[in-house]
């Protein structure tokens, strides 16, 4: 599996950005594929996440409402759409995805085995 992240770039505070990760490679033993971020001199931490056979969507705890995850099958390509930013917000946000597996546990990086490259954000007026 092989991830490419796109769609990062400067944005004001309060404005939107949606990321993509397009995604291939043989996705037959994809679960889920998750957004995670690591700001300067921060740990990466868990965004959001989406399993690809359902579409069922997941989100770290103060992010639903600013943050949608979606995918688009037939592209094989998921979404981060990320409204009303903050400088906050600035940060490399890497797509990931994670094989088939009991207990998958969405907002742990361990979880995952593919990664993209990044893609950066920077919020900043």
């Known amino acids: 599996v092989q991830l490419q992240a796109s769609g990062g770039g400067p944005v004001q505070p309060g404005g939107s950005l949606t990321l993509s990760c397009a995604i291939s490679?043989?996705?037959?033993?994809?679960?889920?594929m998750g957004w995670f971020r690591q700001a300067p001199g921060k740990k990466r931490e868990f965004v959001a996440a989406?399993?690809?056979?359902?579409?069922?969507?997941y989100y770290m705890n103060n992010r639903e409402g600013r943050v949608t995850v979606s995918r688009d099958n037939a592209k094989n390509t998921i979404y981060l759409q990320m409204d009303n930013l903050t400088p906050e917000d600035t940060a490399d946000y890497y797509c990931?995805?994670?094989?088939?597996?009991?207990?998958?546990?969405?907002?742990?990086?361990?979880?995952?085995?593919?990664w993209g490259q990044g893609t950066e954000v920077t919020v900043s007026s």
């Open positions: 490679g043989d996705t037959s033993d994809v679960l889920g």
């Open positions: 989406i399993r690809w056979y359902d579409g069922a969507t």
């Open positions: 990931a995805s994670a094989p088939l597996q009991p207990d998958y546990e969405v907002d742990k990086a361990s979880e995952y085995n593919y």
